[in-house]
Antibody
């Protein structure tokens, strides 16, 4: 059974940093492309960024509002995905979901972790 | 960036009725890259349809997807009480993924 468990969310001041973690199990993590998707309170879904598998180059892509501030990385030995968030803004407040990708769709989702950026 | 516009914003129907949800793209989208998700309050989204018309594992056959180019449709043939939720379409293009703003399906 695929399991994705996010952690690391919390309250942070504008300009601060936070690192989210997604512990994965139940599938071959090293072969998987992984994405982060966020959802602001009461709003819709927004793709944040993706990391390919190392065999496919391990490259990352990001949505424009977070490019240069957020970094996705992975540790295949620990089957863990990370999202390093720097220079946080109030508009980054959201539930952040870790997802697996199958083709061009988001096949499995974690339960999400809430990030609140507020002074 | 391709923008997806879903309509209607809210759809009020009764159990047993047929639901038709629309997703329109600002430019042509390959059917391979079009998916639909269901989200219930307090839960993560769940993949329903991928490749515009293929059901994901475990999805009942009352859910179906169709369309091509810029117009895509999610149809629920006969609504069950558990189908009342928010539905999102999603596409991939130019190394980016975008979602529609969602359609809320509520009980009439």
């Amino acid at each position: 059974e695929v399991q994705l468990v996010e952690s690391g969310g919390g309250l942070v001041k504008p300009g601060g940093s936070l690192r989210l973690t997604c512990a994965a199990s139940g599938f071959t993590f090293s072969n998987a492309w992984m994405s982060w998707v966020r959802q602001a309170p009461g709003k819709g879904l927004e793709w944040v960024g993706r990391i390919k598998s190392k065999t496919d180059g391990g490259t990352t892509d990001y949505t424009a509002p977070v490019k240069g501030r957020f970094t996705i990385s992975r540790d295949d030995s620990k089957t863990t995905l990370y999202l390093q968030m720097n220079s946080l803004k109030t508009e980054d407040t959201a539930v952040y979901y870790c997802t697996t990708q199958s083709g061009y769709r988001f096949a499995y989702w974690g339960q999400g972790t809430l990030v609140t950026v507020s002074s | 960036e391709i923008v997806l516009t879903q309509s209607p914003g809210t759809l009020s129907l009764s159990p047993g009725e047929r639901a038709t949800l629309s997703c329109r793209a600002s430019q042509s989208v390959s059917s391979t890259y079009l998916a639909w998700y269901q989200q219930k309050p307090g839960q993560a989204p769940r993949l329903l349809i991928y490749g515009a018309s293929s059901r994901a594992t475990g999805i009942p056959d009352r859910f179906s997807g169709s369309g091509s180019g810029t117009d895509f449709t999610l149809t629920i043939s006969r609504l069950e009480p558990e189908d009342f939720a928010v539905y999102y379409c999603q596409q991939y293009g130019s190394s980016r993924y975008t979602f529609g703003q969602g359609t809320k399906l509520e009980i009439k």
